[in-house]
């Protein structure tokens, strides 16, 4: 908590928060979602009042403008970006506009502060809280519950995207609250089955199954590719472990159903579609427009099959912006799914199906997108699946001890990275020389865990096996 307060900013970083945080400012000072009057629309001139808080950095001229996330629908101008998390915002800016008797015209800085403090801040104080927990009830011990927690917090890029409004920490939280509240559940299964007789069924716990399908319906309306997968993911997940399949899967669809509706309804009474709007061309044919047909997210414009694939290794591995080299811990679960595979712990039916969702998610937006997510750290797009990859590195540490081994020294080094990200912040690859070198060196130490880890050893002979146990025997 004390990292999400002293990380949120007091000013949009770039376009992407602008957009957000002017549905916000529309909806409740103008009772309506479109952003023409928003103070990230309609930016004011520095120049006519230096004294006056700024809403974007006042040495960006990129943003002097006004955000550019938008598109143009019957005249006016709305937020391309999924709507139900600026409806959720709306709440808080109205209760702290009643609590403070401010607008975000007269104050774009407090304004600023509480709204990225109230989305990117909860969602990462979720997201750790729930990565500790989640530990816990896989039955590490207090030490290694610790470790997975800091880790996430400070050796990924959660740190640095907890500093501005975005999508992706909220749903990297909700993502983590869904797998803990899953694992709630299938525990639950498993115990009562295991206590009750051949001729009664288990009792289904429902209120966690309501409050997955409450979780994921909310994932789904924040981003139309990871929030999707991770529903089919989940719904999967209950049926797999639940006897009573449909019954389960019912209550589990009706919990999620009005987050559902509500997102398609705003984007339908938007642009006129169920699909989102940030993918019709047509929406963005306005002057000074930075999209078009070639760059869209959401539309196939791979030259050929090679170049997808290309592109699609580009962004797990590629040494400059690969997510992987962001999140050093995480190499680990390229071994790592092989060893869940082959030792099949009691949460593999979890395992598999999370690493299904990240996979799905990736495919995704390698083959719909050609821009790496834009101007930003890495891949913002994947930052959710840090929910998933940290569900496989507890199974892991707990199974495997030469996973620990790992795991603590590619965090270690991540924590450097991590400080260095935070530093730039999330719109901005870092420029800093030692963070090439990190990485240099979180690779060097990944490969050499590997060869380690997998590095055959000699067995002894078997007289020199059984001479410690015949002595302990004769000590006896």
Not at 247 to 265: K, N, Q, Y
Not at 361 to 377: E, H, M, P, R
Request: proline letters at 7%; hydrophobic letters at 45%.
């Amino acid at each position: 908590m004390a990292i999400a307060m002293v990380s949120a900013r007091d000013y949009a970083g770039g376009w992407n928060d602008g957009s957000r945080l002017a549905t916000v400012e529309s909806l409740v000072d103008y009772h309506t979602l479109a952003i023409d009057k928003s103070i990230y629309v309609d930016v004011p001139r520095i120049d006519l009042d230096p004294d006056r808080p700024f809403p974007y950095p006042p040495n960006d001229p990129d943003s002097l403008a006004g955000t550019k996330d938008k598109v143009l629908v019957g005249g006016n101008f709305y937020s391309h970006k999924p709507p139900i998390t600026a409806v959720l915002m709306a709440g808080e800016y109205f209760v702290w506009q009643k609590l403070t008797g401010l607008t975000a015209r007269d104050r774009c800085d407090d304004f600023c502060y509480w709204m990225t403090l109230g989305s990117s801040g909860v969602g990462y104080v979720a997201a750790v809280v729930s990565t500790f927990y989640l530990a816990g009830l896989l039955g590490l011990p207090l030490v290694q519950r610790l470790e997975l927690a800091g880790s996430l917090a400070l050796a990924t890029v959660a740190v640095a995207y907890v500093r501005h409004v975005n999508d992706h920490i909220m749903l990297l939280g909700v993502a983590s609250c869904l797998i803990l509240t899953l694992m709630y559940v299938s525990k639950a299964l498993a115990l009562k089955e295991s206590e009750a007789d051949g001729q009664m069924s288990p009792r289904i716990p429902w209120f966690q199954i309501a409050l997955a399908g409450c979780l994921a319906g909310l994932g789904y309306t924040i981003d139309q590719a990871t929030g999707p997968a991770l529903l089919l993911a989940a719904a999967a997940i209950i049926a797999y472990r639940s006897r009573q399949r449909w019954p389960v899967l019912i209550g589990f669809g009706l919990a999620a159903a009005p987050w559902i509706v509500a997102h398609h309804a705003i984007n339908y009474s938007i642009g006129g579609t169920l699909t989102p709007i940030g993918s019709i061309p047509e929406y963005f044919d306005w002057p000074g427009t930075p999209f078009d047909e070639q760059n869209l997210t959401g539309v196939w414009n791979h030259a050929s099959f090679s170049a997808f694939v290309e592109y699609a290794l580009g962004m797990l591995l590629a040494p400059a912006w690969g997510f992987l080299w962001h999140n050093l811990p995480l190499l680990l679960t390229l071994p790592g799914a092989v060893t869940i595979a082959r030792r099949r712990p009691a949460e593999w039916p979890e395992a598999a199906l999370l690493a299904g969702w990240c996979a799905a998610t990736w495919l995704l937006y390698s083959a719909l997108s050609v821009n790496l997510s834009g101007t930003c750290l890495s891949i913002r797009w994947f930052v959710p699946l840090l929910a998933g990859g940290y569900f496989g590195l507890a199974v892991l540490v707990r199974d495997e001890p030469r996973y620990r081994v790992g795991f603590v020294g590619l965090s270690l080094l991540g924590g450097g990275l991590g400080a260095i990200m935070w530093s730039a912040g999330p719109w901005y690859e870092p420029t800093s020389p030692y963070f090439g070198q990190l990485k240099a060196i979180g690779a060097a130490c990944w490969l050499a865990w590997l060869v380690w880890a997998v590095w055959p050893r000699r067995k002894p002979p078997p007289e020199e096996r059984q001479r410690p146990r015949a002595k302990h025997r004769a000590t006896r």
